[in-house]
């Protein structure tokens, strides 16, 4: 039935179980951490074409997987869902300080329940939009833009970030800290017209990147109508 997936008795079942023990039972080192988990199955006939997909480093989950590894502390646990109520994307840290911790994931009518040991948080669905799904994680953005920072040449950067963005879905707001790595407006503007975007009708509010009106006419002139 919906919401069956936040019931307290499967929390306490998960939880209710001690932690992994010491980090070097599990080969651990002071900045890695041993991480339990599963993704719900769908209980029943009310979710039939709900899809979830999750990665926690390079490990990859589907509903109804299990994992028990061994990560850095820096490793995010992300991921997307898709439902006939709408679509969700996530992607959140792990527990910091600690050795070890379980989490439980699961889908139901109202959206996503992850469920750490002292936590739980939830997503709801948002409906759906023309643009691409899913959006490119916020740390394979921030990691692009640090390897392109190691170029003294722009166009060397141009090439770098047009390239990565191939075949990648990102948000305006992702398309904005990429274009923002340029001085030269030209190259802005090629960098946003290269980007494949999860909201184009949001698209036009990186009009604020342009300072010179020639560039700015010519973004505005290109940009999908906010209506």
């Not at 719900?40 to 480093?57: K, N």
């Not at 953005?141 to 003294?152: K, Y």
Request: aromatic letters at 10%.
């Amino acid at each position: 039935m919906p919401g069956s997936f936040r019931h307290i008795s499967v929390l306490l079942c998960l939880f209710s179980a001690t932690l992994v023990g010491r980090a070097q039972w599990h080969n651990t080192t002071p900045d890695s951490l041993f991480v339990k988990g599963a993704i719900a199955a769908s209980p029943d006939s009310l979710l039939p074409q709900t899809t979830i997909q999750v990665r926690l480093g390079d490990v990859a989950l589907l509903a109804g997987d299990s994992v028990a590894t061994t990560v850095h502390k820096s490793t995010s646990l992300s991921g997307w869902a898709r439902s006939p109520w709408g679509r969700l994307q996530f992607d959140t840290t792990l527990p910091k300080y600690a050795d070890s911790c379980r989490f439980w994931m699961g889908c139901d009518t109202l959206g996503l329940t992850l469920a750490w040991a002292k936590d739980t948080v939830q997503w709801t669905w948002k409906p759906e939009e023309r643009g691409c799904f899913p959006v490119a994680t916020s740390s394979s953005v921030d990691a692009i833009l640090q390897d392109a920072q190691r170029f003294p040449f722009e166009s060397s950067r141009l090439s770098l970030i047009k390239s990565w963005l191939e075949g990648k879905c990102t948000s305006p707001e992702q398309v904005g800290r990429l274009a923002a790595a340029f001085d030269d407006e030209a190259r802005r503007l090629d960098i946003i017209q290269s980007a494949t975007c999860s909201s184009p009708s949001q698209t036009y509010l990186l009009e604020k990147l342009f300072a010179s009106q020639h560039y700015r006419s010519v973004f505005l002139e290109w940009a999908p109508s906010p209506h």
